[in-house]
C-alpha cells in the first residue's frame, strides 16, 4: 500500500508547510516511514545552507513526529525529489501547490510538473492552504475504461481495504459520449473491485459541460483523496497524466495522487 515511505519536498512556504502536514497525516495512518527533503541548486552555498535552516524549521513544525531530514543538490527540484525518493525507495512523493493560485485548488508548479511527467513513484499534490483531517475518508477513483485503470481499480480496492474505508469509482459524462456505455463500463469496475477483494465500491457519473463543471457537482466528503492513474502513454513506472487528468487534477477540491504506470 502506499504510504509506507513517504518524502514530502519541503520549502518554508505554505506550499511547503501544506505538503509536510498532509505527508505526516498520511505516515500516521499508515505507520510508515517520513522523511523531509529541500533541494537546492549546484554551487549555491548560500542556498545549501538556507536548505539546512528549512528543514530545521520543518522540525519545529513536525514536533515529537520522526522523520528523516535530506537536503540535496540538484539543477531542478523535481528532478531532486525523484531521484531522493528511488535513492531511498520511497513510494509516496508529496508537494504543495505552486504560490498564487487559488484556494482550495491545486496549482502545478515547474516541481510538479516534472513529476507529473517524469517520477518514477506515486505522486501526491496537495490544494493550497489544506488542512488534513484525522484520516482518510475515502478514496476515489477517477475511472476510464482502459488497462492502466483497471489495475488502479484493483491497487486501490486493496488499499481501501486495508485502511478501512470506503472507495468511489466516478467516471465524467462530458456530453460528448454514450451515457449507457459509460455506466456499463463502471458496473464492470465495481464487479472487478468486488472480485479482487471483496469490497463493495461506490460509483457515480459526474456529468458537466467540463471538467470542473463535472467535478464540482459532485459530493467530497472530508478527508477525500482523489487518484488517478498514469496515461496509457507514460513509459513504464513512470507518471504521465493525459489532458482529461490534468484538467480534473486542476479542478480537484481535495489532494490528488497519480500512479505510475504499471504501479504495483
Request: proline share 6%.
Amino acid at each position: 500500500m502506499i504510504g509506507e515511505h513517504v518524502i514530502v519536498g519541503y520549502t518554508n512556504a505554505p506550499g511547503g508547510r501544506d505538503a509536510l502536514a498532509l505527508a505526516a497525516a498520511i505516515t500516521r495512518v499508515t505507520g510508515g516511514e517520513l522523511t523531509v527533503a529541500t533541494i537546492y541548486p549546484p554551487g549555491s552555498p548560500g542556498l545549501a545552507v538556507e536548505a539546512q535552516a528549512n528543514l530545521a524549521h520543518a522540525a519545529e513544525e513536525l514536533g515529537s513526529i520522526p522523520a528523516g531530514y535530506l537536503t540535496y543538490e540538484s539543477r531542478g527540484t523535481g528532478r531532486g525529489l525523484s531521484v531522493l525518493a528511488s535513492r531511498i525507495r520511497a513510494d509516496l512523493i508529496v508537494v504543495g501547490s505552486a504560490e498564487g493560485g487559488r484556494h482550495g485548488r491545486i496549482t502545478i508548479g515547474a516541481t510538479s510538473n516534472h513529476l507529473l511527467h517524469l517520477s518514477s513513484e506515486a505522486v501526491m499534490l496537495v490544494p493550497a492552504q489544506y488542512v488534513p483531517v484525522d484520516g482518510p475518508g475515502r478514496l476515489t477513483l477517477a475511472y476510464v475504461h482502459r488497462p492502466q485503470c483497471d489495475e488502479a481499480v484493483e491497487r486501490m480496492a486493496q488499499a481501501a481495504l486495508a485502511l478501512g474505508i470506503p472507495l468511489r469509482l466516478i467516471t465524467l459524462d462530458l456530453r460528448t459520449d454514450d451515457p449507457g456505455k459509460l455506466r456499463d463500463d463502471l458496473a464492470l469496475a465495481v464487479r472487478l473491485a468486488w472480485e479482487t477483494t471483496g469490497i463493495e465500491a461506490e460509483s457515480e457519473v459526474a456529468e458537466g459541460h467540463d471538467v470542473a463543471a463535472a467535478l464540482a457537482d459532485v459530493e467530497w466528503l472530508p478527508g477525500e483523496l482523489l487518484v488517478c492513474a498514469a496515461s496509457e502513454d507514460a513509459q513504464p513506472h513512470r507518471v504521465f497524466l493525459g489532458e482529461l487528468a490534468m484538467k480534473a487534477l486542476r479542478a480537484s477540491p481535495c489532494p490528488v495522487i497519480v500512479l505510475p504506470r504499471g504501479f504495483a
